[in-house]
C-alpha cells in the first residue's frame, strides 16, 4: 500500500509500522504480526483480515455517560459537514495505510454527519463515497463491511425495524437503502445488522411477537434489495444481550440462530460476533464463537474485550492472550472465518489523549491475535489437545455408542445395555491439564 494523504499529514511524525520480531522493543512496529507469514496453510493477512472500525477510531471523543468528549483530534476541527468528513477520511486512510489495515468498516454516520434530511443525508452519502472510492483505489484498502447506526437518533428511541411506530420504520428502510447503496459502490464484501434498540424496555407496552415479524421482514426486504442491486456478499447480524434496552431480540449466538431459522433468513445470513458482547450475554467469547462455528454460521468478529470490574460495553483492545488463543483454537478447528475478518471495534481510553495511542492500541490488537494464532496453531499440530477430546468421546465411536449417534437404537436399548454393563467408570476430563497446556504454549 501506498502512504496516502490528503491536504495535510496526520501523522507526520510517524512512518509505516513494520514487523521487527519478538526480540523488538520498539513500540511503534509489530512483534507478532508478520501479514505473510503462512500459518495453517493461510497467511496472517489472510487469517484475520484485520478492519479499522472508523466509528470509534475517528469518531470517538472520550465521552461517557458520565462525562463528555477528551479527545480533541485535527481532523474533527472544520465545520462544513462534506469538509470535515474528507479531513476525516484523510487522517483515517493515513492512519490505515501506515497500520497496514487492510479493511475498514462503517456506520453510514461515521463518514459524514447526518441532518434530519433524508434527501440532504443521501447526497451528502455518495459525494462522501466517491472521496472514500478513490482513497481505496489509491491505497489498496477495502471495505471489509458496512452498516447503518439505527439506534442514536432521538427517532430510534423505541427501535427502528421493531419500533411501534411505521413512520419511524420507514425512515430505518431509507437510511438501510442508503448505507447498502453505498456498501455496494465501494465493493463491500459484507454487510452487518446490529440490532442497536431493537428490542424492549417493558413487556407492557410492547407486542413482542409482531416486533419480531417486522425486524423479520425488514431483513427480507433490505436482503431482496441489495441482492437486485448487485451485492453478493455475506449478511451478518451481530448479537448484544442489552444495553441500551434492557432486552434486545438478538441476545445471543443462540438465540440469532433461532431467529434465523424461524424466519428463513439463513441461506444470506451469518454471524458477527464481538467479546464484549458475549460477556454481557453472560457467555465466553469462546462459547459464542463454538455455537456459530458448530451451526456453520461463524462469518466475523468485533475484536474487543470488557472489564470484569464495569458492567457496561467498554470496547477495549484485546489483550488477553488466554482468552485469544481458546478463540483461535476453535476459529482454525472450524476453517476459519466465513466471509469476515477482525475489526476492531474497540476504542482508546477516555485519558489516551495522543493521536499516537491510535497506533500502540491497534499495533497490540494485531500483535495479540498474531501470537494467539501462532500458540493456537502448535497446540493443534504438536500437542494431544485434540487426542485427549477425541478419547473422551471415543465411546460413541464403535459399538452401541455409534448405533446410538446413527439413530438405531430405542430407550429400551439405553435401558438393557446399562443392565447388562453396570455402573460406569469415572473417566477424568482433565480439564486442568489442559488448561496447563495452553499456558505451556503460550
Known sequence: MDILVGNQTYFKEIGQIKYEGPDSDNPLAFRWYDASRVVAGKTMAEHFKFACAYWHSFNGNGSDPFGGPTLFFPWDKKNGIIDRAKDKMDAAFEFMTKMQLPYYCFHDVDLVDFTDNVLENEDNLAEIVAYAKEKQRLSGIKLLWGTANLFSHHRYMNGASTNPDFHVLAHGGAQVKAALDATIALGGENYVFWGGREGYMSLLNTNMKREQEHLARFLHLSKDYARKNGFTGTFFIEPKPCE???????????????????????????????VN?????????????QVAADAGLLGSIDAN?????NGWDTDQFPTDLNELTESLLIILEAGGLQGGGVNFDAKIRRNSTDPTDLFYAHIGGMDNFARALVIADNILQKSDYKKIRAERYASFDTGAGAEYEKGNLTLENLRDFAVEHGEPARISGRQEYLENLINRYI
Open 244 to 274: 441500551p434496552t434492557k432486552h434486545q431480540y438478538d441476545f445471543d449466538a443462540a438465540t440469532v440462530i433461532g431467529f434465523l431459522q424461524k424466519y428463513d433468513l439463513l441461506g444470506d445470513f451469518k454471524l458477527n460476533l464481538e
Open 277 to 289: 458482547h458475549a460477556t454481557l450475554a453472560g457467555h465466553t467469547f469462546q462459547h459464542e464463537l
Open 305 to 309: 474485550r470488557g472489564d470484569s470490574q
